[in-house]
């Protein structure tokens, strides 16, 4: 390691803003990056569902020493989307099935490259009162979407299980410990979620579901279904200020001088500071890219791409039904159908999934219902179409009968 510099003796010898890239290549990357990103969601049903890499192969390929010298940024990109990036699961394929695909739309990813490109912040309101107002207006958006009562308040987090994790903290800081109920089909977030609050295991509780695995409660998950790149999860609390008093944290270093003064907690018009409603507190914004989702398509057309996916399960269960060889576990709901092939023994269900994956023409889940192997689809990307449904469909018929 170099010696750090003694204060103002080499400061002539290290030129001003050395990181920085000149504008005209600053254009020239950037397009490529446009072009490679475009062309991978054009030809987004053509290569793998998913495509995993040797571990040595990968480590070759993309290691070697800590580079210590410049080198050019056009073949390390090149290297990145050639390498990096082809060993991937491409949730976005329309023939990527298993759990639950993220088909994420073109204005949502510009939106998040906005949002890196002018380092935006929604840490607290005098650094960053435009990407706040984005992330309240959305999470009143969703608010109204889900029917939830006025005073609702939220946050955006890096997906459900922050959410999860951030919702239950704030319970338990509002209310003390009790006793959590969940059904015996939960989230797997939430136990570990638990597990990290060190919620002992005599206060958890698993209800057991019926032969449909329901309990009789509603409400599926909204994320997965705003069609954004990772990462976004949204929570939404009822009761206001709830997230504030489990969170706020307001050390001398990070008081804002030009601030009015405390943000009014009970309310989501005054300044807030969404580092007060979760554990992050350098904040990316994740609301811009829902933001400019929502206002380039509009709720009426997203609704559609959603009742889309809920069809495609409906036609792929059918598709099943029209063969007896075939048994639907669970009737398709919310774009998800579960089904298993009669008379198949143990692993034959993972053996076929695995031979489909490993070809690349499409991927889908196996999961374990009620103690037995089932396989599951769920088909919310609205770029599959019905020929996408039956050629998964016949291959696995293929593959469990051969
Ligand atoms: C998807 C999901 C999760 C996990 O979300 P991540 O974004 O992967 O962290 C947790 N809980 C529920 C109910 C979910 O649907």
């Given amino acids: 390691m170099n010696q750090p510099l003694a204060p103002g003796s080499e400061l002539s010898t290290i030129p001003a803003d050395l990181l920085a890239v000149d504008a005209a290549e600053m254009r020239a990357l950037g397009y490529r990056v446009v072009d490679q990103v475009v062309e991978q969601i054009a030809a987004r049903g053509d290569g793998s569902a998913v495509r995993t890499g040797d571990p040595a192969e990968l480590r070759a390929a993309l290691g070697g020493p800590v580079p210590v010298t410049p080198g050019d940024p056009l073949s390390a990109m090149q290297d990145l989307v050639d390498i990096a990036l082809t060993h991937t699961q491409h949730t976005d394929h329309a023939r990527y099935f298993a759990r639950v695909p993220g088909p994420a739309t073109f204005p949502a990813v510009l939106g998040d490259r906005l949002a890196t490109g002018f380092q935006a912040f929604a840490g607290c309101w005098v650094g960053g009162s435009g990407p706040t107002t984005v992330e309240i207006v959305v999470l009143d958006w969703l608010r109204q979407l889900l029917g939830l009562p006025d005073g609702t308040q939220g946050i955006l987090l890096s997906g459900g299980s922050m959410a999860n994790m951030t919702g239950l903290i704030a319970v338990r800081a509002v209310l003390g410990d009790g006793v959590m109920y969940l059904s015996d089909q939960t989230h797997s977030s939430i136990s570990r979620g638990l597990r990290a609050l060190g919620l002992p295991p005599e206060h958890v509780r698993a209800l057991a579901t019926g032969e449909d695995l329901r309990l009789d409660a509603g409400a599926a998950d909204p994320q997965k279904w705003s069609f954004q790149p990772y990462d976004i999860g ?95 576990v669970t009737a398709a709901q919310l774009g998800i159908v579960t089904f298993a092939r009669r008379g198949t023994a143990d692993g034959d269900h993972a053996r076929a999934v695995a031979d489909l994956t490993t070809d690349g023409y499409a991927t889908l889940s196996t999961t374990m219902l009620h103690g037995r192997s089932r396989l599951r689809l769920c088909t919310i990307n609205p770029a599959t179409t019905e020929a996408d449904l039956r050629g998964t469909i016949e291959r696995l018929a293929m593959s469990l009968a051969g």
């Fill in 234 to 328: 949204a929570l939404l609390v009822r009761r206001p200020g709830v997230l504030d008093q489990a969170f706020s944290m307001n050390p001398e270093y990070l008081i804002d001088v030009t601030s009015a003064g405390a943000s009014d907690i009970a309310a989501d018009f005054g300044e807030v500071d969404l580092r007060n409603r979760g554990l992050e507190l350098s904040r990316r914004s994740r609301a811009l890219k829902l933001w400019l989702t929502l206002r380039t398509y509009g709720t009426d057309t997203l609704a559609r791409a959603i009742e889309r996916g809920i069809a495609l399960a409906d036609h792929a269960a059918s598709l099943l039904r029209a063969n007896r060889r075939w048994q639907v």
